[in-house]
């Protein structure tokens, strides 16, 4: 596997040794002989796009999370160069590593109106070695989940291993039966994904908990059907909840089902609902005005009458 021995890759690594390849003091400077250890550049931001399969998905800047970096940056300028290979266009650059380092860059520049320049490291990479280089620096990322990297996976697998799970392994340097069970991940249904509280928790377990079931028509059927029911009721879970709530029996489904409690009009004034692991979750709504007094009597006796079975079941 392809390994960046001459810079550290982590963005908080400014002081640590560094061993430069050749450098040059400014971006104007002709590309087309870059040796093999690549060559420093100062480049514009705005001429950098990030490579497809670079392994973040690429949503909104996080100011607070990186807030360590944007300072150090802002006092001491970049220390450590991202890396960089050339673009079909002339002129432009793909990002391989360092998304943390160009997003902080493009934001000082934009809050303090400078145009601070984007130290790169600029290489002739390949899309395989492009996409290894990137993972091998996003392998120590803890705020990488692992829904995210399996999702690269399977990108980076069908569009440079032509779906070759073996040599895909191999390129990583991993047992094939964790490229399987990452791609098992990567194939769950976004309808059960929508349902865990916090995704960056999902994990490979979880999907092969599932994938059994979901793998047979007859069961997957099911489970979506009773994934749905959690949706329309506006239900989230954590992981080993939803798992244990996904493989229950359409019988036992019903058995944990939430079941509304009627007061005078109203059809949901209270929820009375058995959890998977035995206890009972009561939830009341704010009783309205209007509510009667017999009316609210009766509630009362709805709910008592439910948590006397509960407690002292009948033999």
Not at 222 to 237: C, E, V
Request: aromatic fraction near 4%.
């Amino acid at each position: 596997m392809p390994q960046n021995s001459e810079l550290p890759l982590d963005d908080d690594a400014a002081s640590a040794p560094q061993t430069k390849p050749h450098q040059f003091p400014c971006s104007g400077e002709d590309d087309d002989d870059i040796p093999s250890g690549g060559v420093i550049r100062s480049l514009d931001p705005k001429s950098c796009s990030v490579f497809k399969l670079n392994g973040r998905e690429q949503g909104p800047f996080n100011l607070a999370k990186h807030k360590k970096l944007i300072e150090n940056i802002r006092e001491h300028g970049q220390q450590v160069p991202v890396i960089v290979r050339r673009s079909s266009t002339a002129g432009r650059y793909q990002l391989i590593a360092g998304t943390r380092r160009l997003r902080a860059v493009e934001y000082l520049n934009g809050t303090e109106r400078k145009d601070r320049p984007l130290l790169a490291e600029v290489r002739e990479l390949s899309d395989q070695e492009a996409w290894i280089l990137a993972q091998a620096e996003n392998s120590e990322r803890t705020d990488i989940s692992t829904l995210e990297k399996a999702r690269n996976w399977k990108s980076a697998l069908h569009q440079l291993f032509d779906g070759n799970q073996t040599k895909f392994a191999k390129s990583l340097g991993v047992n094939k039966s964790l490229v399987s069970r990452m791609l098992t991940l990567a194939d769950m249904p976004d309808e059960i994904i929508a349902l865990v509280a916090n995704p960056d928790t999902l994990n490979v377990h979880f999907a092969a908990q599932l994938a059994p079931r979901l793998k047979d028509p007859n069961r997957g059927k099911d489970l979506m059907a009773l994934a749905k029911k959690f949706t329309d009721l506006g239900l989230q879970f954590s992981t080993s909840e939803l798992a244990k709530r996904l493989l229950l029996t359409p019988a036992q489904a019903e058995a944990f089902r939430p079941v509304p409690i009627k007061a005078g009009r109203q059809e949901k004034q209270a929820v009375w609902q058995i959890k998977s692991n035995g206890s009972v979750l009561i939830s009341v709504k704010k009783v309205p005005e209007e509510l009667s007094t017999k009316d609210r009597r009766a509630l009362v006796k709805d709910i008592s009458a439910k948590l006397t079975k509960h407690l002292i079941p009948t033999d």
